[in-house]
């Protein structure tokens, strides 16, 4: 019992320290579970009709779209089905700019201009990942928050378990009537609610702080016997000067390459190399709205040999147990690995998550405030 006590001040204290940190996080990741969906609503722009001619090469994209953003750097550029428009991905950290420029492949027609950092659903993630503070503060407030949410989940549970196991089925369901008051309908949906999310809460938590720590993703990577390195690297180029005997540039070729090797893919997304030195990543998506199971290919930018990574992003087909759990970190994260069942169970996780430091609030204020009697 005293044990239980002090478990019982624990759980309070920290759920009165990140209850607002928790709060916004579940509350914003609930609002992220169905972004693409959203977003696909109106994204009519992606779609064109599709022609048996030419369409632009990986260079005449980026020369293209550098007219708009002359001073900015090109992240990579996606090339979808035949009948999907170009998308030309800008990304600087310092200032932060992100952007896509979406562009027709038949008559590289400008379609369509968007700011990745504005609108809902940006405003939503910068909430989700650092509370809208500056990146540094926010991320780190964050990351301690959801550790100490762990704890808290842990601790409720042990506190949760009855005296007696005869008393277990009041603990598993609510039997409310008309005389049933407020403070106890209150304990009911924080101790029975919090019961039944907390395991999914807490796998919502960790695959979080997997994204959150390096020094967390290697240590779950190692405890299922990972034996790559879990940072994504992109490899040098085994050559150092190009070939001249062509009259293409080696990525353009390269594209062509992929589409033959890969009839099946949905897209490829293909990232120039920033100096001589480094080779040219390319990211080939096999399954819409799912990560994992890309296939994350690396080329030497002068011959387009292929590079092996020794880090446990290759080929999906030559990954482990291990690399595979990782690699499924976000979909997990996101709820995506169920298909739609997933999402609708990550949304309503993250939903009743976000009552729980409500009703903890209002138990602690109703214990502490108590009306005094006439």
Known sequence: MRLKKIIFQVHKILGLATGVVVFIVAITGCCWTFKDEIESLYSDYKTIEAQDTT??????????????FPNKTVHGTIFGKSDEVIEVIFYDIEPEFYQSIFINPYSREIIHIKDHLSGFFAFVLKGHVRLWLPR???????????????IILISGFIIWLPKKSKN????????WKKTTRWKRKNFDLHSILGFYVCSLALILALTGLVMSYDWFQKTVYLSFGGDKNPTFLIPKNETQKALTSTSTFPIDRLLIKLKDE???????????????????????????????????????????????????????????????????????HIGAIGGITGKIIAFLVSLL??????????????????????
């Open 262 to 332: 890969n009839p099946n893919a949905k897209s490829f997304e293909i990232h120039y190399p920033y100096s001589k030195s480094d080779c040219i990543y390319v990211e080939v998506t096999n399954s819409n709205g799912l990560y994992y199971d890309s296939d994350f290919l690396f080329f030497d930018q002068n011959t387009l040999k292929e590079i092996t990574s020794n880090t446990i992003y290759g080929r999906y087909e030559n990954t482990k147990i291990a690399d595979k759990i990782l690699r499924m970190n976000y979909d997990i």
């Open 136 to 150: 540094a503060i926010g991320e780190e407030i964050v990351g301690v928050s959801i550790l100490l949410f762990i």
């Open 55 to 68: 369409i632009l090469t990986p260079t005449e994209a980026k020369v293209l779209a550098k007219e708009i």
């Open 353 to 374: 998550t976000a009552s729980l430091p409500l009703t903890g609030v209002l138990l602690w204020y109703g214990r502490n405030y108590k009306k005094k009697k006439p």
């Open 168 to 175: 277990l089925k009041q603990r598993l369901k609510f039997s």
